[in-house]
């Protein structure tokens, strides 16, 4: 089989999806340093860290769905002169 096209906006919304787990894990380990360092920039550091948990799951999410679309974008320009990506299957449970 071989891929000649990915829908852009299927591989935006993937994208931002996966992104935004990613802020969100990226988030709760800064809020996990910001509580343990004392005067950490912020006289409230419990809130500086909540806000790590709300604002990098949406900046993540926002970036990873661009570029995502980015890319879905540029393979299908790409893969017009190049060929698609093969891809190989099996069946399940059956040796090479």
């Known amino acids: 089989m071989e891929l000649k096209k990915i829908g852009v906006g299927s591989a935006a919304k993937v994208g931002g999806v996966i992104a935004a787990i990613m ?20 006289e409230l550091p419990f809130f500086s860290g909540f806000a790590a948990i ?28 190049t060929g698609g990506v093969i891809l190989e299957f099996s069946e399940k449970g059956s040796s090479d």
């Open 23 to 42: 802020g969100l894990i990226i988030g709760v380990f800064v809020a996990l340093i910001s509580m343990m360092i004392p005067g950490s920039g912020s």
């Open 54 to 81: 709300i604002v990098l799951p949406i900046l993540y999410g926002i970036i990873g769905f661009i570029a995502y679309a980015i890319v879905a974008a540029l393979y299908n320009f790409v893969v017009k002169y």
